[in-house]
């Protein structure tokens, strides 16, 4: 519900109301919980009532015809392009209510209306009743009404709930107990826009400070979103926090400290995992998605780089027993990061953001050599036996994305990845023992995959590339057809007749 018109609260609106004289009653409270009985003057009255006294100094009460000084006609105002005769639910919506001037004054749209219309409604009723001396009636109420400061409130809004807000908003003058009714998120956001239109300070404190404290739905925040522009800026500011980044790249800080912590910090690592990894495949932008996934596996590389260049090149100033523990940190380190880069590998190829990450992995020479040492020593056996596994399932889930196509790379990447990679699985064939049947499936998985990237390139680089190949081979010649079809593709290609004079 959007009251008839915002304003920021900067100067109270000097305007004239209507004075216009309504015809007296005696049955205004009885009309008016007749139209209302549904939770608007007859209940939410009550329930004011009982706390009123013991939180606010206001003696009054609300809508008491015998104490009040203003008269208030609070109505449906129609559009005047509308032809249409009023419902009966608008001629129900045309009620009055007896207010206090000292207590309505606490709105500062009603305080400068009276300042305004005071003395001209007295100067109005002075008059009057110099004119009628003669025959003044001895009606208690017909004295009192015409004794009555009267103004109008036209409500704007077709939305029917808008009376039965602006009844609760009249009611909320009588109290400062504010919670009594501000109680839920929905009713903050109905009041507050009337708060605002009748420049009720208190009631909009009590509002603000009530949905700063809960949480909202997506469409109250759509509701809180749409008011914001009508307030202060130190009234807003504590709202628009909830909502509003304190920098462009706050998305991807988040994302990129969420990685941070589901390979780094959690014990039950693979579900975190799972979850940021729903998170990652579910974000609206792969643009950043990549970015943070690039930079934190440029992290966990360096990391394994570091550790594995401290391993194979280690300082022996230090005893032995204290080299023996660094080298044991380095291993355990690199192990640690190979798997958060292997982690990181499949997430950037699920996106389909990978191809940086395989440019980075082609150019690891310094590391393929590390590897190379390190693999050729017997002291990781014990420490880190899975090692290796790690380290060729990084190279094998890249390397099958770019012989799928998924990951579009250069030639030059291609042919580098094959190059420095392959020296590291075949060493790891020959020191790698026993072999684990899951090694096994994953050395020739990845020597399938080398030589379909072999058969993508220049047949020079092909035939320097598969010559390292050989150690393929088994006993049994029919156990390698992925061998014997490389070789086989070479060959043939190699014995065609040059294209280049056939286009001649």
């Excluded at 940086?356 to 390190?374: G, I, P």
Aim: proline share 5%; hydrophobic share 40%; glycine share 2%.
């Amino acid at each position: 519900m959007m009251p008839n018109s915002h304003r920021k609260r900067q100067r109270v609106p000097h305007h004239n109301p209507s004075t216009t004289r309504l015809p007296s009653s005696s049955s205004y409270s009885s009309a008016i919980i007749h139209s209302f009985s549904d939770k608007t003057i007859s209940e939410s009255s009550q329930k004011l009532h009982r706390t009123s006294s013991a939180t606010s100094p206001v003696t009054s009460s609300f809508n008491d015809p015998y104490s009040a000084d203003v008269l208030l006609r609070l109505f449906t105002d129609r559009s005047a392009f509308d032809s249409e005769p009023p419902s009966d639910s608008t001629r129900q919506s045309d009620i009055q209510i007896y207010l206090h001037s000292d207590v309505i004054r606490r709105a500062k749209y009603f305080g400068a209306l009276l300042s305004e219309c005071w003395q001209h409604q007295r100067k109005i009723d002075a008059n009057s009743d110099n004119g009628a001396e003669g025959s003044r009636s001895n009606d208690h109420d017909h004295d009192h009404n015409k004794n009555l400061v009267h103004l109008n409130l036209p409500v704007v809004d077709d939305d029917p709930n808008s009376i039965t807000v602006r009844i609760t908003v009249l009611q909320l003058l009588y109290t400062s107990d504010f919670a009594t009714i501000i109680d839920s998120a929905s009713t903050a956001i109905e009041i507050l826009p009337v708060a605002l239109e009748l420049l009720f300070e208190d009631c909009v404190k009590a509002c603000l400070k009530f949905l700063e404290a809960v949480p909202w739905s997506e469409e109250e925040e759509k509701r809180v979103l749409s008011l914001i522009p009508f307030l202060r800026e130190e009234e807003s500011k504590d709202l628009l926090a909830r909502v509003s980044p304190g920098k462009d790249d706050s998305c991807e800080d988040m994302l990129h400290g969420l990685i941070l912590a589901a390979i780094h910090n959690h014990p039950n690592t693979a579900f975190v995992k799972a979850f940021v990894a729903k998170l990652l495949r579910d974000f609206s932008s792969r643009e950043s998605a990549r970015r943070v996934l690039e930079r934190a596996f440029e992290t966990s590389l360096k990391v394994v780089k570091e550790s594995l260049e401290e391993y194979t090149s280690p300082d022996f100033r230090g005893d032995h027993n204290e080299t023996e523990a660094i080298q044991r940190l380095n291993l355990h380190t690199a192990m640690t990061n190979g798997r958060h880069l292997l982690w990181l590998v499949e997430r950037m190829i699920e996106l389909r953001v990978a191809d940086s990450a395989v440019r980075e992995w082609s150019e690891q020479a310094s590391l393929t050599a590390d590897l190379q040492r390190a693999f050729r020593d017997d002291a990781w056996r014990n420490i880190v036996p899975g090692f290796p596994a790690v380290v060729l399932r990084c190279t094998c889930k890249l390397a099958n994305a770019v012989a799928a196509g998924t990951i579009l790379a250069a030639r030059q990447v291609r042919m580098k990845l094959v190059k420095d990679w392959l020296p590291v699985l075949l060493v790891c064939k020959d020191n790698v023992s026993p072999m684990l049947p899951s090694h096994k499936t994953l050395y020739l998985e990845l020597e399938e995959t080398f030589l379909r990237i072999i058969s993508t390139l220049p047949m020079s680089d092909a035939q320097l590339l598969l010559q390292q190949c050989l150690s393929f081979s088994t006993r049994n010649v029919e156990d390698c057809p992925h061998l014997i079809t490389a070789f086989n593709t070479w060959f043939r290609r190699a014995t065609q007749p040059p294209q280049l004079e056939n286009l001649d």
